[in-house]
C-alpha cells in the first residue's frame, strides 16, 4: 500500500491522501467515509542543537547552543539537556574534531546518571592531523527527570577543535 502523507505547513495537522489502495494510512478507512477524519495532530517536533565551536580536551561535556524546536530545555553551563518528562526519544548526533596524528574521538553519552549509557561511537586519524567525524543514533527511554549529556574522549595531549550538532525526536505517545 503506497501513500502519500504531507503535512499542510500553516496547520499543526497532517493529512493522508490515498495513491492506490484507497485506503487512509491514519486510519485504514477509505478517506472520503465519515469514519476518516482525513487529519492527524502532528505527534512530536523535534529540537536540533549545534555544539558550542571551541577547544575541548578529554573529559570535557559538550557545549550545546539551540537551533530550533521545543520541548527542551539547557542548564546554565549550556552543557546538559533538560528532556521533557515522560517522552521517549531518539537522539541523533553528528560530531566533528580535527585530531592530531594517530588520535582517537569518543562520544559518550550520559543519561541521567554517572556511567555512560552504551551507545558510544569513535573515530581515529591516520599518520596526519585530520577532521575525524562520529555519529550516532539511540532511543531514549522515558523517565523522569531526563537530562542528557555528551562527553568527550580523545587521547589528544592537547585540546581539539570540535564542531557538531545534535537532534532530538519525541517519538510519538
Not at 585530531?99 to 569513535?122: C, T
Not at 562520529?134 to 531514549?140: C, R, T
Amino acid at each position: 500500500m503506497l501513500m502519500n502523507i504531507y503535512r499542510n505547513q500553516s496547520s499543526p495537522f497532517f493529512y493522508c491522501t490515498p495513491l492506490y489502495s484507497g485506503t487512509c494510512a491514519g486510519c485504514g478507512a477509505a478517506p472520503s467515509s465519515p469514519s476518516c477524519p482525513g487529519e492527524y495532530p502532528v505527534p512530536y517536533s523535534a529540537s536540533q542543537w549545534l555544539v558550542e565551536p571551541s577547544w575541548y580536551k578529554s573529559g570535557d561535556s559538550l557545549r550545546w547552543s539551540y537551533r530550533g524546536g521545543e520541548g527542551v530545555g539547557i542548564s546554565p553551563d549550556e552543557a546538559t539537556l533538560a528532556l521533557t518528562p515522560g517522552r521517549d526519544y531518539f537522539v541523533s548526533y553528528l560530531i566533528q574534531g580535527v585530531l592530531p596524528p594517530r588520535a582517537s574521538l569518543e562520544v559518550l553519552p550520559y543519561f541521567g546518571s554517572e556511567d555512560p549509557i552504551p551507545f558510544s561511537s569513535s573515530g581515529h586519524s591516520g599518520i596526519q592531523e585530520e577532521r575525524v567525524g562520529v555519529s550516532g543514533g539511540f532511543l531514549l527511554p522515558a523517565a523522569n527527570p531526563m537530562y542528557l549529556t555528551l562527553q568527550l574522549a580523545t587521547n589528544s595531549p592537547a585540546p581539539i577543535s570540535v564542531t557538531g550538532s545534535l537532534h532530538l525526536f519525541p517519538l510519538p505517545y
